[in-house]
């Protein structure tokens, strides 16, 4: 694929986006924590970021196209099929940032074009 794929994004992360994000956090932060920081997420105005930039600040790795996540992922983008935005939190004692939810796509999009803008929430 290439920098002209279009890439489409829903307006919103949706409902189980948040689900997932507050189970992802639970194993980082305790839960009084994981829900005050799930609940500022789904307050938080949408802003963007390049791929590159998220996963520079993450320190994670890319997934490759072998990952069935990431695989579907892109396919969904080959198909048109809208992606939801990811969520993301700061982390100001680790000076990261932690994905809370949207990594596979981050990885799916990243192969496709690095400076993407990528849709997000964060705080």
């Known amino acids: 694929m290439s920098k002209d794929t279009k ?4 307006t919103n992360p949706e409902d189980h986006d ?3 994000s507050l189970s992802y956090l639970n194993l980082i932060f305790d839960n009084k ?3 005050k920081i799930v609940k500022a997420l789904r307050e938080a105005t949408m802003t963007s970021f390049k791929a590159k930039d998220i996963f520079r600040s993450s320190g994670l790795s890319l997934l490759g196209i072998s990952n069935g996540h990431v695989e579907k992922n892109t396919k969904k983008i080959q198909a048109e099929i809208g992606l939801p935005p990811l969520l993301l939190v700061r982390d100001d004692r680790q000076r990261r940032l932690i994905i809370a939810d949207g990594y596979h796509r981050l990885c799916s999009v990243y192969l496709i074009d690095e400076d993407a803008d990528i849709p997000c929430k964060i705080v």
């Not at 890439?7 to 829903?10: H, N, Q, R, S, T």
């Open 7 to 10: 890439i489409i994004w829903f």
């Open 18 to 20: 948040y689900r997932a």
């Open 33 to 35: 924590s994981a829900k």
